[in-house]
Nanobody, 126 residues
Framework: QVQLVESGGGSVQAGGSLRLSCAAS????????MAWFRQAPGKEREGFAY???????AYADSVKGRFIISKDNAKNTLYLLMNSLKPEDAAMYYC????????????????????WGQGTQVAVSS
């Protein structure tokens, strides 16, 4: 069983930066595929950043060039560095993990991920 705990959320002005963390336990990060999702009130949960067990990454167009997903296998922790934040980035942010490969066709589909954290809130003021 994989347990995930997010942290690092908060309130920031537009144009600012935040770094989220997702601490994993119960399984080693080097053998997991992981992703970041977010959900704003009244909207569906959307995936936007993905990292493989080897560290290859993929991003949705909405965050490409602004957000960076990374991980520290020694600390068993996933990170999301968010730069140039916009008001539309405000949401609850979740990390997700799975032991199976996720291809371009389903890596950002929340129903395909088995393990989730409880989320951390990000607010962006204009």
């Amino acid at each position: 069983q994989v347990q995930l705990v997010e942290s690092g959320g908060g309130s920031v002005q537009a144009g600012g930066s935040l770094r989220l963390s997702c601490a994993a336990s119960g399984y080693t990060l080097s053998n997991l595929y992981m992703a970041w999702f977010r959900q704003a009130p009244g909207k569906e949960r959307e995936g936007f950043a993905y990292i493989t067990d080897y560290g290859n990454t993929a991003y949705a167009d909405s965050v490409k060039g602004r957000f960076i997903i990374s991980k520290d296998n020694a600390k068993n922790t996933l990170y999301l560095l968010m730069n140039s934040l916009k008001p539309e980035d405000a949401a609850m942010y979740y990390c997700a993990a799975d032991r199976s490969f996720r291809g371009p066709w389903d890596r950002f589909n929340p129903s395909k991920w088995n393990y989730w954290g409880q989320g951390t809130q990000v607010a962006v003021s204009s």
